[in-house]
């Protein structure tokens, strides 16, 4: 059990950057240090041994006697028993990679391996929006909708750590076809690439007015950011785009309220960016597909960390 005077080393590994920190059991990042991946130059050796280097000096920093171990959170699909990652999509080329083993050896600290929504959802849930729930869900909705979910106050795995694919759940049997091989998941629907995609498609009229403008002129430019951004100085076409985003990410609640029956469902990424404009008509579908007495129970908010979430989602490993 971590107490007050532990800290913990943190390790995020992203396909654009990786970071180290140590932090605290109370959610204080103490010591940072991040360096671009480089996946397309470095192999994923030269990766782990630059961010163990990192490690050391970090722990320096502190001494070694404070540190309990290490939080490693990086995109999935990965093994939390064994700590190998095999090919996430932002990281196609670490295949099979022992990142447990490497830091270990490294190190001499134990290591815990968690994917990144998993990690995200604990550290929201020690650290922020879900901070006194028992029952909570957190949904990213951004590149793409993953999902970590607390039931009963720990969270969940599944047989072979594919609990929390909560954007892939089926929408549309004949929807659009996802990134994952399937059509209509709810990915493919309200997450970021999926908003600009119907806006550039979108025969509504309007795009031209702001959403295009602030692309530059080209359609294929179009952002979530542009769209939200539209959206907030009131522009009519952004509105229903995410409005249409809306209507299926609370499809896409209100059956995981049915069947988790949490208290909170926590979202990130583009629901803090638009606030209301997305989370109301999320809400609202929500209150139409779900049972009241599951809907009413359960609170709908955007995540709390900002910034400080990739930090905190591996320093939250170590406080199980």
Not at 2 to 27: F, M, P, W, Y
Not at 250 to 255: D, V
Not at 278 to 291: G, Y
Request: glycine fraction near 12%; proline fraction near 4%; include cysteine.
């Amino acid at each position: 059990m971590a107490t007050e005077q532990d800290v913990i080393l943190g390790v995020d590994i992203g396909g654009t950057k990786c970071a180290v920190c140590i932090g605290n059991t109370r959610g204080e990042v103490l010591h940072r240090l991040s360096e671009p991946t480089d996946g397309a130059n470095r192999s994923p050796e030269a990766v782990m041994n630059s961010l163990a280097d990192k490690g050391k000096t970090l722990i320096a920093t502190v001494g070694a006697a404070s540190v309990i171990g290490v939080g490693v959170s990086c995109g999935g699909p990965l093994d939390t028993t064994t700590g190998i990652i095999y090919a996430p999509p932002n990281l196609p080329e670490w295949k099979a990679v022992p990142v447990r083993s490497l830091l270990e050896d490294a190190l001499q600290l134990p290591v815990r391996v968690e994917n990144d929504a998993n990690a995200t959802a604990l550290a929201e849930w020690k650290f922020g929006a879900g901070i006194g729930t028992q029952n909570m869900v957190f949904m990213t909705m951004g590149t793409g909708i993953g999902g970590g979910i607390i039931a009963d106050g720990r969270l969940i795995h599944g047989r072979n750590d594919l609990a929390g694919e909560l954007g892939h759940q089926t929408i549309l049997i004949d929807g659009p076809l996802c990134g994952c091989g399937k059509r209509g998941c709810l990915e493919a629907l309200a997450s970021g690439p999926s908003i600009e995609r119907s806006a550039r498609e979108s025969d509504l009229p309007g795009r031209e007015k702001r959403v295009l403008h602030l692309a530059g002129g080209d359609l294929n430019k179009i952002t979530a950011a542009h769209i939200v951004q539209a959206a907030i100085e009131g522009d009519d076409f952004a509105n229903a785009i995410l409005q249409r985003a809306g209507r299926y990410m609370g499809i896409g609640i209100a059956n995981i309220i049915q069947m988790l029956n949490p208290e909170r469902v926590i979202l990130g990424t583009i629901a803090v960016h638009a606030g209301d404009l997305i989370l109301e008509p999320i809400r609202k579908a929500v209150s139409e597909f779900a049972w009241k007495r599951s809907a009413e129970v359960c609170s709908i908010v955007p995540a709390a960390l900002g910034d400080r979430a990739q930090d905190l989602a591996a320093i939250a490993l170590w406080l199980q």
